[in-house]
């Protein structure tokens, strides 16, 4: 099985910065892509960063220049620098990652974390 372990959400106060992480593990062979997603209250999913299979990087053009995101492939781990956070950035940011198991021969899977709140407010 394969897990997508999300940490660092919390509260933060508007022009503040919080970092998340997400840990892959289980028994992965390969990862295509790896990154950020997010849902606010009454809207759909949308992307926010993520890294392409090619290596490149893609962001939402509401969060460029604000949000960084980096990973550890070693670790497997994705990260999401936030900084100059306002409350539009207030929603569920979910991890996501189009991988292959090491048992399974065929095409990637879609994988999502649980989740966690950022939530910005004075």
């Known amino acids: 099985q394969v897990q997508l372990v999300e940490s660092g959400g919390g509260l933060v106060q508007p022009g503040g910065s919080l970092r998340l992480s997400c840990a892959a593990s289980g028994n992965i062979r390969i990862i295509y892509t790896m990154g950020w997603y997010r849902q606010a209250p009454g809207k759909q999913r949308e992307l926010v960063a993520t890294?392409?299979?090619?290596?490149?990087?893609n962001y939402a053009d509401s969060v460029k220049g604000r949000f960084t995101i980096s990973r550890d492939n070693a670790k497997k781990t994705v990260y999401l620098q936030m900084d100059s956070l306002n409350p539009e950035d207030t929603a569920v940011y979910y991890c996501?990652?189009?991988?292959?198991?090491?048992?399974?021969?065929?095409?990637?899977?879609?994988?999502w974390g649980q989740g966690t709140q950022v939530t910005v407010s004075s």
């Open positions: 890294f392409t299979s090619g290596g490149n990087i």
């Open positions: 996501n990652a189009v991988l292959n198991i090491a048992s399974v021969v065929g095409p990637p899977g879609d994988y």
